[in-house]
């Protein structure tokens, strides 16, 4: 079956700009997580939706940055004025439920680059 | 605040040997713990996940195991091959709502 996927897969804008990328997670996964992975560095976790409940926030590095997800279907992350330290692979993923044992299925990544 | 690390960073190894990744971990409350790999410009693809209540899990030439207890896991690769080149990521999971990744083995596996 179709796996997660992301758009755009690359991205380029200029400082100050925002942007919105967009995650499509496998059908009937109710568990979706953003992450990040900047050049030389490991992921950072972002966000985390669980079905309806309220989203975990504690990873957005900040205010300028938002998730949404609608139901348990596609989730976008948005980034408002956009700064060069937001440059990064951008990873979603998703499972079919939280922590054990589901495992964590990603995406391709969007790879943000901000000039 | 949960930390993983994975030694060695950089591994290089000719085809055919057998060798072992390392991965560490602070906080042994975890949920489980897994093992990705990540080829350049992709995502990552599960390798093998180990729920808390487990030793080890297999897959194919992969054998993963754990010690909560000391806060370690190992990946084993038996016979390795070229088309094992990749970075192998560990990730625990303590709360149920997110991954802790380690830096990541860069592994090389040499005609």
């Known amino acids: 079956g179709a796996g997660v996927s992301q758009s755009p897969s690359n991205k380029v804008t200029e400082k100050g700009k925002d942007v919105e990328l967009r995650c499509d997670p496998i059908?009937?996964?109710?568990?979706l997580y953003w992450y990040r992975q900047r050049l030389g560095q490991g992921l950072e976790f972002l966000i985390y939706f669980q079905g309806n409940s309220a989203p975990d926030k504690s990873g957005l590095p900040s205010d300028r940055f938002s998730a949404e997800r609608t139901g348990e279907s596609v989730s976008t992350l948005t980034i408002q004025r956009t700064q060069q330290e937001d440059s990064a692979v951008y990873l979603c993923?998703?499972?079919?439920?939280?922590?054990?044992?589901?495992?964590?299925?990603f995406g391709p990544g969007t790879r943000l680059t901000v000039t | 605040k949960q930390e993983v690390t994975q030694i060695p960073a950089a591994l290089s190894v000719p085809e055919g040997e057998n060798l072992v990744l390392n991965c560490s971990f602070t906080d042994s409350a975890i949920y489980n713990l897994q093992w990705f790999r990540q080829d350049p410009g992709k995502g990552l693809t599960s390798l093998l996940l180990i729920q808390s209540s487990q030793r080890e899990q297999t897959s194919g030439r992969l054998n993963a195991s754990l010690d909560k207890s000391s806060g370690r896991s190992t990946l084993y690769i038996a016979a390795s091959q070229p088309g094992d080149s990749a970075t192998y990521l560990c990730?625990?999971?303590?709360?149920?709502?997110?991954?802790?990744f380690g830096g990541g083995t860069r592994l090389m596996v040499k005609p």
């Open positions: 993923a998703s499972s079919l439920g939280a922590g054990s044992p589901y495992e964590q299925y």
């Open positions: 059908s009937g996964h109710t568990a």
């Open positions: 990730a625990v999971d303590n709360a149920g709502n997110m991954l802790t």
